[in-house]
């Protein structure tokens, strides 16, 4: 971690021109790294220039790094507050400033349920039991099964260690279970569990079983294997010596029941933060016996191999899967959840080694979501942070191995791309937590900051969060995308269609290169759009397009909507907004 480069950021962002360049995005995520350096001059500077909304996630970008004066500051020049600043700042252990938070957020001494709950949450999951203690001394906060989930999800074993004591008839080890798999070794199990248990929907159960999938997906394998008899009511399942009436009741009920408890299971596991990975996958394996095993191995991996693919080893874990049982294609057939986890994740050699091993082409059907997967990478909630994994590539690799084994991208590509993602107003800037110059990423004023700056990066935790629908993958979309040979009426459905592109992309706070490319394909320029989430040079450069599409006689460009204009605000584009009514484009606003 290298120390803030203070003066050099006073001495170039106390500029106003040095911020006419970037996006709103990007100049959300500068201001989240000043909140988060602990240098005064610097959050001051970034906040005379900045041109945007205070935002939540700038108080919890300051709270995650523990920078007590700079939460002082925000929170008097009216920043919003959410509970995620809580969190934050409980979670790395910077008690000043959660006790500021927990004061500023309530009235009095009146903290509610839900900011101690999220400080918590934050504590538990951050390692920091001093922090869960004086919650505990100070607001009389009592641990909840929530707090427990995010310790063992985290990976935090001291914590876990700690709580699971305090909830006995929630997370006690069940003594049926115990005695059944230490005193039986006719193999019958399974089917006396089958048979007299019936299916496990008991609310203790389901607390548990969440338990056990955090602590597979979080926690080392040896603390799998000391919690698992305690919290699985399954017992082992029939072995292949036993009778015929013992396996075939164990194989009904797995299947019965592999869609609620186990497929879950599997998936954690596959997905796994840890290195021991492949060694839990095993151990549930071989306690589930192979009739179970064998069922939830052919159907559930898909949410556990997109899991996966956020971890720099994913194409390393592939082989292993296969190894393991997991089904990833293989004579002529692609697997699909492999294929999309692959594109997904930005792992062009674990797409191109899934792809090999099926020894055939891509399915039509199949090969239309690729593009979309690769491109946006941020469709589902369990996505949202859109990582570009360590290994494989990126996204940029992917697409163009896609494009190199023939698959074509057109404009229906790039709109599934754009509409696939939230809504521009759904996008929330970083919270940052530090300044690293192993991780820097460029963009739009960079060049000109490093020149001040040395060598000096800008956080990839804040650039991931503000870019995570990867606009460079979707402006060499955009320039490779095949023409259509279509008759008029079609070129202008054609049209339409990157018309839209480019109105979502502007509003998302794309740069001026795929605006530029965007226009290159026919797109109407949308000055609304543009001043959502735009810079002021491309609110510049749309104006002067539209200018000379209307012409000198026309009177010049019209002013925004009262409906875009309320959009800008809502958007938190402070710099547009002054743009636009600087130059009477900007209607009253309510």
Known sequence: MQPW?????????????????????????????????????????????????????????????????GCERLLCEGCSFSTDAL????????LPALQLLLTAGTSGDNVTGAYLAAAAQGACAGGQLPVLAWLQQAHGYSPRPEDVLAAAQAGQVA??????????????????????????????????????????????????????????????????????????????????????????AAAAA?????????????????????????????????????????????????????????RPDFAARLPRLRALGVPLGGDEEVDAAAVDAAARGGHADALAWVWDEAGGGMPPQLAATLFAAAGS???????????EPGGGGGRLAVLRLLRERGLEVRVADVLHVIRRLPPAAEQRPPAAEGYDEEEK????????????????????????????????????????????????????????????????????????????????????????????????EALEWAAAELEAKRGASSGGVQALSPAEATRVLAAGNAAALVWLRGRGLLPPLP
């Open 254 to 310: 797995a299947e019965r029941d592999r869609g609620a408890w186990f497929d879950s299971l599997l998936d954690a596991a596959i997905g796994s933060g840890t290195d021991c990975w492949s060694q839990k996958l095993e151990y549930l394996l071989s306690r589930w016996g192979p009739t179970v095993a064998g069922l939830v191995l052919c159907s559930a991996h898909a949410r556990g191999l997109r899991a996966a693919s956020r």
């Open 377 to 387: 990478a941020a469709g589902d909630d369990e996505d949202q942070d859109g990582a």
């Open 5 to 69: 480069p203070g003066h050099a950021f006073v001495a170039h962002w106390r500029r106003a021109e040095s911020w006419r360049a970037l996006t709103l995005p990007e100049r959300e995520r500068l201001l989240c790294l000043a909140a988060s350096s602990g240098h005064a001059a610097s959050l001051d500077a970034a906040l005379a220039q900045c041109g945007c909304a205070l935002k939540p996630a700038v108080l919890t970008a300051a709270a995650a790094a523990g920078n007590l004066a």
């Open 441 to 536: 990423t460029d963009g739009p004023g960079q060049e000109a900051a490093e020149q001040e700056q040395g060598e000096a990066g800008e956080d990839r935790e804040a650039w991931r969060c503000c870019r995570c629908w990867s606009e460079t993958a979707l402006l060499w979309m955009t320039e490779v995308a095949v023409g259509e040979d279509e008759e008029e009426e079609d070129a202008e459905a054609v049209r339409g269609q990157w018309s839209e592109v480019f109105g979502r992309a502007a509003a998302r706070g794309a740069g001026l290169p795929l605006l530029r490319a965007l226009r290159a394909r026919g797109a109407a320029v949308g000055l609304g759009a543009v001043a959502e989430g735009g810079s002021e």
């Open 159 to 248: 914590v876990l260690d700690q709580l699971l004591p305090r909830f006995p008839d929630l997370f006690a080890a069940a003594a049926a279970i115990a005695r059944g798999a230490s005193s039986s070794n006719n193999g019958d199990e399974a089917a006396a569990d089958a048979s007299a248990t019936g299916r496990p929907e008991d609310a203790a159960f389901g607390e548990k079983w969440q338990l056990l999938e955090a602590i597979i997906a979080g926690c080392p394998a040896a603390v799998l294997q000391r919690h698992y008899d305690g919290l699985w009511r399954w017992r082992a399942q029939a072995q292949p010596e036993a009778g015929a009436d013992a396996l075939e």
């Open 87 to 94: 969190t934050a700042a409980a979670r790395g252990g910077h």
